[in-house]
């Protein structure tokens, strides 16, 4: 079946614009992650979505930065005035509910001029 | 101290040898340890998961935990220059909401 696919693959954008990243999770898997990578950071993690509740936000760097999900599917996220440290690879992840492992999608490359 | 630790490399092989890759994490009640492989400008692939003491086999691939001593370790037969990428380690540590840590990776060369 089809994985976990995310859009824009790529967003250019000018310091302080708002910009938003999404995710749409593979069919049927109710938990989504949000990550983020950059060079001086590695791999981290910024939110959790059990079906449309966040009930781990502890990655999110500061409030400019929010994700919600409707529908049990489909997740945003935005990042309101953007700075140039914000420039990343996002990457969303999803899995079943009855598992732990999780798939990663092809990610967005944000750069922030 | 940092979460979870990997030799940042690169570790360079030969063809044909074997590839050992080595992870240790802080949190003693972690339970879940994952290796993903990356490629450059790619996005994290899932190589394999290991939840128990010991050895779990797939293929080429060797995944073993010893949680005594809180390191988890990739052994990679028969090395191929298409393994040449950046393995990630990742832990979910205990009373999480299964959110992945990773290592910084470690870059793998395999080189003919």
Known sequence: GAGVSQSPSNKVTEKGKD?????????????????????GQGLEFLIYFQGNSAPDKSGLPSDRFSAERTGGSVSTLTIQRTQQEDSAVYLCASSSSTAETQYFGPGTRLLVL | QKEVEQNSGPLSVPEGAIASLNC???????????????????SPELIMFIYSNGDKEDGRFTAQLNKASQYVSLLIRDSQPSDS???????ILSGGYNKLIFGAGTRLAVHP
């Open chain 2, 85 to 91: 990428a950046t393995y990630l380690c990742a832990v």
């Open chain 1, 19 to 39: 910009v938003e990243l999404r995710c749409d999770p593979i069919s049927g898997h109710t938990a989504l992650y949000w990550y983020r990578q950059s060079l």
């Open chain 2, 24 to 42: 240790t994490y802080s949190d003693r009640g972690s339970q879940s340890f994952f290796w993903y492989r990356q490629y450059s400008g790619k």
